[in-house]
């Protein structure tokens, strides 16, 4: 059964840092977008950023400048580097594929607050 774990968040105050971890099971990764989401509480999921398999990347406009994608095929990992973190970033942040495809994992909480 194809799995994704995600890790990495936390608790970091407005400005802070944090590196999200995904890694996955089977064949999610090879030769799929992949994608990082995030869902804030009472609002929808939303598409935060996604890597094409040659690394072409594309960010929503709120973290365009702040948060890095990126990924390690031969590792089927995918991660997340988030800078100049504010509050409206606080969520459970998922990855999958883009367009999601496959059942979600239990992502990772990310809150900022100072």
């Known amino acids: 059964q194809v799995q994704l774990v995600e890790s990495g968040g936390g608790l970091v105050q407005p400005g802070g840092s944090l590196r999200l971890s995904c890694v996955g099971s089977g064949s999610i990764f090879r030769g799929y977008v992949m994608g990082w989401y995030r869902q804030a509480p009472g609002k929808e999921r939303e598409r935060v950023a996604y890597i094409t398999t040659d690394s072409f990347t594309n960010y929503v406009g709120s973290v365009k400048g702040r948060f890095t994608i990126s990924r390690d095929n031969a590792k089927n990992a995918l991660y997340l580097q988030m800078n100049q973190l504010n509050p409206e970033d606080t969520a459970v942040y998922y990855c999958?594929?883009?367009?999601?495809?496959?059942?979600w994992g239990q992502g990772t909480q990310v809150t900022v607050s100072s």
């Open positions: 999958n594929r883009f367009p999601a495809q496959t059942a």
